[in-house]
């Protein structure tokens, strides 16, 4: 199974950028899928983005289209997620997952290895 730690993130102004990495151990990384979720307190885990495994393909939730971006260098085992513009309402903390199953890119299934989190904390 594949052990995810994720880093980056941090306490930033309305505005301003995050980029949250995810390293992953193990021979899988390369051939799984990749997906960032975010959780706040009182709200339902949320699928914010995902990847294909060459990298080809990418999803977003319509709410961080065209602020964030998803890559992933599959040589380095590790994953990112460019954060910008970020508004108080991107507060959550931020997991980083993958999944081996030939799931549709913009499902959030099927993923069964995960990150311990990072909080990203946006002020106004």
């Known amino acids: 199974q594949v052990q995810l730690v994720e880093s980056g993130g941090g306490l930033v102004q309305a505005g301003g950028s995050l980029r949250l990495s995810c390293a992953a151990s193990?021979?899988?990384?390369?051939?799984?899928?990749m997906g960032w979720f975010r959780q706040s307190p009182g709200k339902d885990r949320e699928f914010v983005a995902g990847i294909s495994q060459s990298g080809t393909l990418t999803y977003y939730v319509d709410s961080v289209k065209g602020r964030f971006t998803i890559s992933r260098d599959n040589a380095k085992n590790t994953g990112y997620l460019q954060m910008n513009s970020l508004k108080p309402e991107d507060t959550a903390v931020y997991y980083c997952?993958?999944?081996?199953?030939?799931?549709?890119?913009?499902?959030?299934?099927?993923?069964?290895?995960w990150g311990q989190g990072t909080q990203v904390t946006v002020s106004s």
């Open positions: 997952a993958v999944r081996t199953s030939a799931e549709s890119i913009g499902r959030p299934d099927g993923f069964g290895s």
């Open positions: 193990g021979r899988t990384f390369g051939s799984s899928q």
